[in-house]
């Protein structure tokens, strides 16, 4: 049989089915805010019909399979949920590079804190932001590293999952608002209330499947583990990466794409060293090696962020404080040098609505707003007694950060 009348034989087949009865009334509604979501539209009420069908059927099959209680993986109507199983294989394109559709931010450098899981992670869910909302935004690394201690242990390692139940729980601020500082520091919940992104849920792609591993890098960038501590790899400059290299995964890196040369397959890697390692920050790695593992182990921890909305709306700007002053939204503004009534330095108070102590150097809540300069503790009082912020406060007593 010819494969291109096997193509439309089996397109037929599949539109006789699937256009055999009505779609229920929600699922049209839900096909119809998919649409309007993916910015699809479709040359035919026919297509549309088919399309439809073809959306239903892959509702049916997400939903049963997260319906399944022991599976470690879950699915979504994610951009290609109007394809069947043939559709997809055959659209995959020969080569895709997420960076030249603007889904990936500059190359980022971890310096000695390893907080490799971090990158890898804000890289997918900048990725998957940017394909559903049209924006890319750049995440805080530091975010992550300080404030997802559930699991994820800052600086000492951590997985990309665990950072995405974060993110799901908590949303993430921009790495311009909390800037990586390559240490773990304490949590600056102010700037954790700022949800700037958001995502709905993460899938893992199931273990040594290159495949699906490939079907998932043509929908978005994706996180993976792989073995980064041989010397080979480190010493990395340029060309397609074959090894030496173990399967004994400790490193966290981005797959932004693939491409072929000379008949050599190879992955499209984003690694958080720098721009001066590899190619400018990034690394080919042959794909197709033979090996169900892949080459350096990443065909083992792979994984991905789901997002199917939009962000929350922004929250409040920055503080002005004087003429060329600022604070980011959440922060205080205190005066540090005063002359004549006038303030020439100004510098912030990492809280809402802070006190300001009048040593030009630290700040209190303002919920215990008694600046004790002598013993750097802070109280409300309360009748006449003083009491102390309890312990568990955040920073009770607070140096006044720069900007």
């Not at 899981?117 to 890289?123: C, K, L, P, Y």
């Not at 949303?171 to 240490?183: A, L, S």
């Not at 720098?274 to 182990?297: A, L």
């Not at 959440?330 to 005063?338: D, K, L, N, Q, V």
Request: glycine residues 8%; charged residues 20%.
């Amino acid at each position: 049989m010819e494969p291109l009348f096997a193509s439309f034989l089996l397109s037929f087949l599949l539109f006789f089915d699937l256009s055999s009865s009505a779609s229920p009334p929600h699922i049209s509604q839900l096909f119809e805010s998919w649409c309007d979501q993916h910015g699809k539209t479709y040359s035919s009420e026919q297509e549309k019909s088919y399309r439809l069908r073809v959306f239903e059927d892959n509702y049916a099959f997400v939903t049963q399979h997260n319906d399944m209680p022991n599976s470690s993986f879950s699915l979504a109507l994610n951009a290609f949920a109007d394809l069947t199983h043939h559709d997809l294989v055959r659209d995959i394109p020969a080569s895709l590079d997420w960076r030249k559709e603007g889904a990936v931010t500059q190359v980022k450098d971890q310096g000695s804190c390893g907080a490799c899981w971090s990158f890898a992670a804000t890289g997918a869910m900048e990725g998957v932001n940017k394909i559903v909302t049209g924006s890319l935004v750049s995440l805080s690394e530091q975010e992550l590293v300080d404030c997802d201690k559930k699991y994820n242990t800052g600086c000492e390692g951590g997985l990309m999952d665990y950072a995405y139940q974060f993110v799901i729980n908590h949303g993430i601020d921009t790495e311009k608002d909390y800037p990586y500082q390559g240490r773990q520091k304490t949590c600056n919940k102010d700037k954790m209330k700022r949800r700037v992104v958001t995502i709905d849920g993460y899938a893992d792609v199931p273990t040594n499947n290159e495949k699906q591993l490939l079907q998932a890098v043509a929908t978005q960038p994706v996180s993976v583990g792989i073995c980064g501590s041989e010397r080979a790899f480190q010493l990395y400059s340029k060309g397609i990466f074959t090894g030496p290299c173990s399967t004994s995964l400790d490193h966290a890196v981005l797959i932004v794409g693939y491409g072929s040369e000379n008949g050599l397959d190879y992955w499209i890697v984003k690694n958080s060293w720098g721009s001066s390692w590899g190619m400018d920050g990034y690394i080919h790695m042959t794909r197709n090696s033979g090996n169900s593992e892949g080459i350096c182990g990443i065909n083992m921890l792979a994984s991905y962020p789901i997002k199917t909305g939009r962000n929350p709306p922004p929250g409040p700007g920055p503080t002005k404080c004087g003429f060329f002053s600022y604070c980011s939204a959440g922060e205080t503004c205190c005066c540090t040098h005063r002359l004549f009534g006038i303030c020439f330095s100004w510098k912030c108070c990492e809280s809402d609505s802070a006190v300001c102590c009048n040593d030009n150097r630290h700040c209190c809540p303002h919920d215990y707003p008694i600046c004790d300069t002598k013993s750097n503790q802070c109280f409300k009082r309360v009748g006449n007694a003083t009491i102390m912020e309890a312990s568990e406060k955040n920073q009770s007593f607070r140096k006044f950060s720069s900007w």
